[in-house]
């Protein structure tokens, strides 16, 4: 049996950003496939069994059993020493980018990506909106990687991992031509992908037993 288990599935970035931490530092660990188009977040018995929150990614481990992709992130990163912070400030602004990520970055990143891709019968004045709100967070971004080669120190941390969540699924799903549009999001990109351990999320995670509906 694996040390780790992680409940998750190979569109969730989410998930990803846990998965690719694992694969990172070298963990023994497995996945757990989520059946999320059929709902399985929502059901009474993943609400109730596995998160309250009724979300993927959920980590398991020596009768741990956490969620939230930056305290999944932070566990490891105190786990196993590595993608920390270098100093007490670092470590706030670990916090920081994680936080913006997981309210700016992400969050319209994926309602994008879902609405665009991965549903029937959105509305697009919704996905325009989303789409608007994508664009201009990937732009901060895009503008703090152009001073620096990671976000946080000279050395890269759960940081970069949290925001690099959604940047690695097909340009057809998500709807960005990041290499053109974020240059230095894509150089950035670049240096995780060459970081030993990566993988792409598709090679990482399970795919749900039922597809999405588009
Ligand atoms: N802030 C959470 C977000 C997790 C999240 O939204 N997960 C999605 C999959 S990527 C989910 O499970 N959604 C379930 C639902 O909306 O029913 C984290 O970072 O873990």
């Known amino acids: ?61 020596k009768g741990k059993r956490l969620s939230q992709s930056g305290v999944i992130l932070t566990y490891l990163s105190r786990l196993s020493g590595k993608f920390k912070a270098q100093s007490e400030d670092d470590e706030l602004e670990v916090l920081r980018w994680i936080l913006f990520d997981n309210h700016k970055v992400t969050n319209f990143m994926a309602t994008h990506r879902f609405m665009h891709s991965l549903m029937k019968g959105a509305n697009p004045a919704v996905v325009e909106f989303l789409r608007g709100r994508a664009l201009s967070n990937l ?50 990109r670049e240096r995780i992908k060459a ?4 993988k792409h999320p598709y090679d990482l995670m399970p795919q749900p037993k039922t597809a999405p509906q588009k």
């Open 1 to 61: 049996m694996s040390e780790y288990k992680l409940h998750c599935f190979a569109q969730s970035g989410n998930s990803y950003k846990a998965a690719l931490m694992l694969n990172l530092i070298g963990a023994d660990w497995e996945p757990v496939g989520v059946d999320f188009f059929a709902g399985e977040t929502r059901s009474p018995e993943f609400r109730g069994t596995i998160n309250e929150m009724g979300e993927a990614p959920v980590l398991e481990h």
């Open 139 to 188: 732009k901060i971004v895009d503008g703090h990687l152009a001073k620096q080669d990671w976000l946080v120190g000279k050395a890269p941390t759960i940081a970069d991992i949290s925001v690099a969540g959604y940047i690695y699924y097909p340009a057809e799903e998500h709807g960005f031509d990041i290499e053109k549009d974020f240059p230095a999001v894509h150089a950035w």
């Open 195 to 198: 970081l030993p351990g990566w």
